[in-house]
């Protein structure tokens, strides 16, 4: 179905709930695509040991798939001044959840209690900013179930750009009027000293 070696397998079967998909993409340095963009596979993922945003959301895919577990990619995007990010969103007990790959200390995993995605996806609203404390946040993709894209893309050794090109063709929902976004204030400088920190630093 997916071509995974079993060294592989043995690796994705292990990773048999949420918390264990996102202590695994924890462990993993950050892809700071030092000679260019990437969108790596999950076979990739697993042999370079690195991974930005989307492809820890492919590699929480993948795991789920492997353990016979529904996980869909969720797009965030943002304001021009920042950057989008991808996550996992799953549902446990009728609730959503989110796993993350992140390099910074707040947008990073969901325990599975919110009601709706919206719900969730407020969740990382205000602390959602751009190096200036400005909130940027704007609007989610409905969830995107990657089956139609076949399996292919999982052990691709080609960067796999028909996932992200998949979530920007996906309707989005946007979170604030126009009003709204022009009525937002800055966050503190307590706040956005918190939101700056980060796990991994950049290979010199």
């Known amino acids: 179905m997916h071509d995974l070696t079993k060294e592989e397998l043995k690796i994705l079967k292990k990773l048999n709930t949420p918390h264990k998909v996102q202590q695994f993409l924890n462990s993993l340095p950050k892809n700071f695509e030092e000679n260019g963009d990437t969108c790596m596979s999950p076979r990739r993922v697993l042999r370079e040991k690195k991974c930005h945003c989307i ?3 492919m590699l929480a895919y993948t795991a789920f798939l492997v353990n016979d577990k529904k996980g869909f990619l969720l797009d965030l ?3 021009k001044s920042d950057f989008d990010h991808v996550i996992l969103v799953y549902k446990e ?8 790959k992140t390099n910074y200390a707040v947008l990073r995993f969901r325990e599975p209690v919110y009601k709706s995605l919206r719900e969730l996806v407020m969740s990382y609203f ?4 751009d190096k200036h404390g400005n909130k940027t946040l704007r609007s989610y993709s409905k969830p995107v179930n990657l ?8 052990t691709s050794e080609k ?3 028909e996932v992200p ?3 920007i063709d996906t309707k989005h929902i946007p979170l604030l009027n126009k009003a709204q976004i022009k009525n937002l204030k800055k966050i503190d400088k307590v706040t956005l000293d918190a939101c700056e920190m980060t796990e991994w630093k950049k290979p010199n």
């Open 55 to 57: 492809e820890g959301a």
């Open 126 to 129: 205000n602390e959602y900013v």
């Open 77 to 79: 995007t943002a304001s």
């Open 159 to 161: 960067d796999v750009w």
């Open 165 to 167: 090109y998949k979530l």
């Open 93 to 100: 007990n009728g609730k959503w959840g989110a796993i993350s």
């Open 147 to 154: 089956k139609k894209l076949g399996h292919k893309w999982i």
